[in-house]
């Protein structure tokens, strides 16, 4: 995958706390910002357990799921798919070609509280159920023939032996769940796509007055070049206009030098992102 920063320093301490002979391999990033297929192919093996990608990857780009799940398959490996923004599967075609799909639900009214609680979730093929952590709910028929949700599967390791078991359900947990169960059922189906179309949107209007890093798809979230101004300067223009600017990338990723990431959602006004634009003039600097 288009490694994200964290990834790069987190896996690999995980695999070494755990004394885990699990190793890891990132592939590139392609010109156009998703994973670089070609590279990926050349990287596994038949010894490879599973490629794990995330869509939309860290820079905002939606990932060719499909491709990278046909490259996996064949040697025998498993797809993992992550999405850190829910509110994209209202338009995005859903990852059905993964074997595991898992992700967070911060965007569905989950406020990030300075890095969380959030919710998680996980789902997986058939044959992989009974491996999952957690207990699965499933759908059935009240007595009156109404629809209603049941306890399908829970694994009695939560109960009888603790110490072996792969999951743990807490009050705080099912809240932060319950929060994200409201906002669907406020929005619906249609009410999601309709959130999704306005960040979609909205950040393509932002990109069309920028210069896009790179010419995949995006949702609502792409890496802009600033040119003549510096990221540090832009964002403290910015400041000054009670306005967040972009995370500089320079940081994790020195060939994305005066790069930032950028996100506009449905709560970005079109005053406050002409904003951002004016800020990445060079004129604005002289001025």
């Known amino acids: ?141 009240d007595s009156r023939g109404n629809r209603a949700f049941c306890l399908t599967l829970a694994t009695r390791e939560q109960h009888i032996r603790r110490e072996k078991a792969t999951s743990n359900i807490c009050t705080n947990q099912a809240l932060i769940a319950l929060m994200a169960t409201v906002f669907m059922g406020v929005y619906g189906k249609q009410g999601l796509r309709e959130l999704a179309e306005q960040n979609l949107a909205k950040a393509h209007y932002l990109s069309g007055k920028l210069q896009p890093r790179f010419n995949g798809p995006f949702f609502n979230e792409f890496v802009a070049a600033a040119h003549g101004r510096s990221p540090d300067e832009i964002n403290r223009a910015l400041l000054k206009k009670k306005v967040i600017g972009g995370l500089p990338l320079a940081r994790w990723y020195p060939e994305l030098e005066n790069c930032v990431l950028l996100c506009a959602t449905e709560m970005s006004k079109r005053e406050h992102m002409d904003e951002v634009a004016q800020a990445f003039s060079p004129a604005q600097q002289a001025a």
Request: aromatic share 6%.
């Open 1 to 141: 995958m288009p490694s994200r920063p964290h990834d790069q320093q987190s896996l690999p301490t995980h695999h070494a706390k755990r004394r885990s002979s699990v190793r890891e391999e990132f592939a590139g990033v392609a010109d156009a910002g998703g994973i670089d297929l070609d590279e990926l192919e050349r990287k596994i093996d038949d010894q490879t357990a599973a490629v794990i990608i995330q869509s939309p990857n860290f820079f905002g780009i939606v990932e060719n799921v499909n491709a990278a799940a046909e490259i996996a398959h064949r040697r025998g490996a498993l797809l993992v798919v992550v999405f850190t923004e829910a509110v994209s599967l209202g338009i995005l075609q859903p990852p059905s070609a993964a074997d595991i799909v898992a992700g967070e639900l911060q965007s569905f009214a989950i406020s990030p509280s300075y890095g969380g609680p959030y919710a998680g979730t996980i789902a997986t093929k058939e044959k992989f159920i009974r491996q999952m952590p957690g207990r699965l709910v499933g759908e059935t028929l």
